[in-house]
């Protein structure tokens, strides 16, 4: 099993542009999150999915939306890119929202010049 | 409002010097504390979850203990390898809105020299 796959690992954009942050699980879990990660500020969530089609806010959801078609991916879009969007994206997985442990990505780093 | 705080930020041990990491938490009804391991570059890996005070973990050379108010992450006799970065996070009891996400703490950074 390939877990968690993030793509791309590394990313240079310009402000004003939009880009898709992929995300996709093969462990057919039904939880599914994005964090985004700062120095000195921890992981911080943006969106989450309890399931195919249904999607809600985390902490800090301003300047993204996401979408949820299939149990498998999870994309995260940038609308238009602010530096204020530098930072290390995350995605992650759990069978369940309940105690259930969360599987990570090796993460995007991205650069919003 | 639920809150995760870590201690220290940042610990430098000699190796096979035992040490523990701390993790004080507020929450309204815990459902469960993770602990998790972070490499440079790479995403956070799980490690344990402990669900009611009293409940203890251990993997090699790391033990995880929870009381009502904070989790150790205790560290005998640590290698190099063990440097890395823990993260401890919490999910709340009330599933209403965002409750029943994850709500991490800012990590410990350790550092074991040879």
């Known amino acids: 099993n390939a877990g968690v796959t993030q793509t791309p690992k590394f990313q240079v954009l310009k402000t004003g542009q939009s880009m898709t942050l992929q995300c996709a699980q093969d462990m057919n879990h039904e939880y599914m999150s994005w964090y985004r990660q700062d120095p000195g500020m921890g992981l911080r969530l943006i969106h989450y999915?309890?399931?195919?089609?249904?999607?809600d806010q985390g902490e800090v959801p301003n300047g993204y939306n996401v979408s949820r078609s299939t149990t498998e991916d999870f994309p995260l879009r940038l609308l238009s890119a602010a530096p204020s969007q530098t930072s290390v994206y995350f995605c992650?997985?759990?069978?369940?929202?309940?105690?259930?442990?969360?599987?990570f990505g090796n993460g995007t780093r991205l650069t919003v010049t | 409002e639920d809150q995760v705080t870590q201690s220290p930020e940042a610990l430098r041990l000699q190796e096979g010097e035992s040490s523990s990491l701390n993790c004080s938490y507020t929450?309204?009804?815990?459902?469960?504390l993770f602990w998790y391991r972070q490499d440079p570059g790479k995403g956070p890996e799980f490690l344990f979850t402990l669900y009611s005070a009293g409940e203890e973990k251990e993997k090699e050379r790391l033990k995880a203990t929870l009381t009502k108010k904070e989790s150790f992450l205790h560290i005998t006799a640590p290698k190099p390898e063990d440097s890395a970065t823990y993260l401890c996070?919490?999910?709340?009891?009330?599933?209403?809105?965002?409750?029943?996400?994850?709500?991490f703490g800012k990590g410990t950074k350790l550092s074991v020299k040879p």
């Open positions: 996070a919490v999910q709340a009891g009330n599933y209403g809105g965002s409750q029943g996400n994850l709500i």
């Open positions: 992650a997985s759990s069978a369940s929202r309940q105690g259930s442990p969360l599987h």
């Open positions: 929450v309204s009804g815990l459902r469960g």
């Open positions: 999915s309890v399931g195919a089609g249904i999607t």
